[in-house]
């Protein structure tokens, strides 16, 4: 039996911690809200200058107890082209994942009647990882997709699960499934070819070794179908100059199928009867179409 005024160990750890854990709290709030909103704004431009992006926002503040928060965001890709629009987003950090070796960090955001949450992992190597998972964002939201050959109205779920981030090429995977697509049209060296009423959307992106492997990237529609594959050969930054070797496949049905006219467009690519294969090199930014 411990005698008056002596503690156990283990009671004494439990009364440090009791007061250490609210003292470190106060510490890390205190510090989060000493560093002016502009050094903190000023770093994460330079991070994403560094991965080949920069970002415009309306309005940047801190959020209590240990975040930021953005809102109207614009991201912007190589030569100024807008990729990514965002209403809202938010990053909190939590100070007691220091106690297990790593800094994390839990992010959230609105797309229009959408939205996003995720989680990145910074350990003292300077590698991270970062998973993140979308919800019914509108495709609006993603302007670069106006200038890609496929052009789609509608909503998206992904899922982006990524490690080594920091450590020279990231691997993971990228996951995407469309719904509720309204009207579309797929472009092919520069003629449009509707795509009719949608069915399903979706493809699969895998990163690894300073590679992406497209493994489908579809549509299927009513009049068409479209699928999407190959590789980004050697993933670089900015994203737009890794080059590029893919295959677009393409099948009319439907109404497509008499449209002749239109599809002597494709001759050149014509593999059977119903069924149209068109190379794809260049960069990501620039493709070019082969024959």
Known sequence: MNRPGNRSPLKTSVIAAVLVIPALFLLCVAALHLVPDELIEGRLKEAAGEAGVAFTR????????????????????????????LDRVRARVNP???????????????????????????????????????????????????????????????RVSLGRVGAGCPEGAVSIKGYRIESSEVKVMGYPLPLGPIESAGGQVEMKDCKALI????????????????????IRTPLAQSPVELTIEITPKGGLVN??????????????????????????????FVR
């Open 58 to 85: 309306k309005s940047f503040g801190k959020a209590f107890p240990f975040g930021i928060e953005l809102r109207a965001v614009e991201v912007f890709g190589n030569g100024g082209t807008r990729l990514v629009l």
């Open 96 to 158: 007691l994942s220091l106690f297990a070796g790593r800094l994390t960090a839990y992010i959230d955001g609105d797309a229009g009647d959408g939205g996003f949450t995720g989680y990145a992992i910074l350990r003292p190597s300077g590698v991270g990882s970062l998973t993140v998972e979308a919800r019914g964002v509108d495709l609006r939201y993603l302007p670069v997709l106006s200038r890609s050959s496929v052009k789609i109205n509608g909503l998206i779920d992904a």
């Open 215 to 234: 493994d489908g990237l579809w549509i299927e529609g009513k009049d068409l179908s479209a699928r999407l594959r190959g590789e980004i050969t050697a």
């Open 259 to 288: 449209k002749e006219y239109m599809l002597s467009l494709l001759s050149d690519f014509r593999k059977s009867a119903n069924f149209y294969s068109i190379p794809v090199k260049g960069t990501i930014g620039a493709p070019v």
